[in-house]
C-alpha cells in the first residue's frame, strides 16, 4: 500500500501551526461566537476554525498531489463553500442565501469539466443500472448539500463534527484501498484515497485545539467545508461504482450526521413545529440530558462512529446477500437506539428527563 506520508504530515503540521493564527484573527475581525438559551458553552469563543482544516487541506493537496478534473472541481467547489461560510460567521446569512450559496458550489463540482457526480444508482435485486441521465446533477447536489447541513448540524459540542468526519474519511481510505486492491490498483493512485488521508491528517491537526475544552471552533465555514469535503469525496471514492453496496456504503460511513438530521425532521415534524427551527433534542443533547458529561458525550459518539465505520468496511468484505441481512440488522438496531434516547421523537415525547450536567461547552 502506498501512503501519502509527506502529503499527511504537511497537512498534520499545518494544521497544528495555522490553527492558533486563525484564533488570533478571529478575535480580531470579531467573528465570535457568543453563548446563548441553545448552544451549551458559555463564554464567548473564536470560530472560523474552518480557516486552517481548509488552508492546510488545500496547501497539502496542491504541494503533493498530480491532479485530476475532479480534485480541481473538489477544491473549487471547497473554495466557494469556505467563502460562503466566512461571511456567515462574520456578517451572517439567510438560511436561504446560505443554501442557495451551497447549492451553486455542489453544481460547480458535478458540472462539466469536473464530472464529479452520481451518474447511476444500482438496484439490489438485480444487476441491472439506473442511468440517471439529466438528473445525474440535481441527485449529486443533493447529496452534496444534505451531508454539508447535516455535519453542521452536529456541531454543536466541542470536537464533534470534526470528529466525526475525521472517522468518516479514515473510513473512507480504508474503503477505497480495499476496493482498489481487489481491483489490483495501488491504493496510493486513487485521488480519493490520499485526499481522504489529508483531509484526516487536517482534522486532526484543529482536533488539537477544538476537543473540549475547546480554544477555537469550528464555525459554519468549517463544519460546511468538511461536510462538503466527505460528502464529494464519498462520490469520488466509492459512489460511482456500479454495485449497490458501494451506493450504501458513503450512508453507512455518515450514519451519525445523516440520522441526527432525519430525526430532527421527523421530530419536528411529529411534534408540529418548524422544520427549520432550531432545538436542543439532538443526539449529543440527549446524552448530556442522560447526565454525561461533554467529553463522555462527544467520545460515545466516536464510538458510534467507528462502530458504522467498521460496519462499513464488513460491507466491502461480504458477499450481495449477506450485505443486504447485515444492513437490515444494523437498522433495526440503530432504531431502537433512537427511539431510546429520544432523538427520533416518536410522538414528540422523550423517554429522557432532562438532568442538570455539570460540564458543558466552556
Request: aromatic share 8%; with cysteine.
Amino acid at each position: 500500500m502506498q501512503v501519502p506520508v509527506t502529503a499527511i504530515v504537511l497537512a498534520l503540521a499545518l494544521a497544528l501551526l495555522v490553527t492558533p493564527m486563525v484564533k488570533k484573527y478571529a478575535f480580531k475581525i470579531g467573528a465570535l461566537d457568543r453563548p446563548d438559551q441553545r448552544k451549551v458553552h458559555k463564554r464567548v469563543m473564536p470560530r472560523l476554525g474552518g480557516l486552517a482544516v481548509y488552508f492546510s487541506f488545500i496547501a497539502a493537496v496542491l504541494l503533493t498531489m498530480d491532479m485530476g478534473p475532479q480534485v480541481y472541481g473538489l477544491l473549487l467547489g471547497g473554495t466557494l463553500i469556505i467563502i460562503l461560510g466566512f461571511i456567515d460567521d462574520t456578517k451572517g446569512l439567510s438560511p436561504r442565501l446560505k443554501l442557495a450559496g451551497q447549492i451553486a458550489a455542489a453544481a460547480a463540482v458535478a458540472a462539466i469539466p469536473f464530472g464529479l457526480r452520481v451518474e447511476f444508482l444500482t438496484n439490489p435485486f438485480s444487476d441491472k443500472l439506473i442511468t440517471l441521465g439529466i438528473l445525474a446533477i440535481p441527485v449529486t447536489v443533493l447529496w452534496i448539500v444534505s451531508v454539508t447541513n447535516a455535519v453542521n448540524l452536529i456541531d454543536g459540542l466541542d470536537g464533534l463534527a470534526g470528529g466525526t468526519v475525521f472517522i468518516s474519511a479514515l473510513t473512507l481510505a480504508a474503503v477505497v484501498w480495499i476496493e482498489t486492491a481487489k481491483a489490483g490498483v495501488f491504493p496510493g493512485q486513487s485521488e480519493a484515497f490520499v485526499l481522504a488521508l489529508i483531509l484526516a491528517a487536517a482534522i486532526a491537526g484543529f482536533l488539537r485545539y477544538n476537543f473540549h475544552p475547546a480554544k477555537i471552533f469550528l464555525g459554519d465555514s468549517g463544519s460546511m467545508f468538511l461536510g462538503f469535503s466527505i460528502a464529494a469525496l464519498s462520490i469520488m471514492g466509492v459512489a460511482k461504482s456500479a454495485t449497490f453496496i458501494s451506493v450504501i456504503i458513503p450512508v453507512v460511513i455518515l450514519g451519525i450526521p445523516l440520522l441526527d438530521t432525519i430525526f430532527a425532521i421527523v421530530r419536528r415534524y411529529c411534534g408540529r413545529r418548524p422544520i427549520f427551527q432550531p432545538d436542543k433534542e439532538h443526539l449529543h443533547h440527549r446524552l448530556i440530558q442522560m447526565g454525561l458529561s461533554h467529553r463522555q458525550a462527544v467520545l460515545s459518539i466516536y464510538g458510534v462512529n467507528v462502530v458504522l465505520g467498521l460496519s462499513a468496511i464488513v460491507l466491502t468484505l461480504i458477499s450481495p446477500k449477506q450485505a443486504v441481512i447485515f444492513l437490515v440488522i444494523l437498522s433495526t438496531l440503530i432504531l431502537l437506539a433512537a427511539n431510546k434516547l429520544g432523538v427520533a421523537g416518536v410522538g414528540g415525547q422523550s423517554p429522557i428527563a432532562p438532568q442538570p450536567n455539570k460540564q458543558q461547552r466552556s
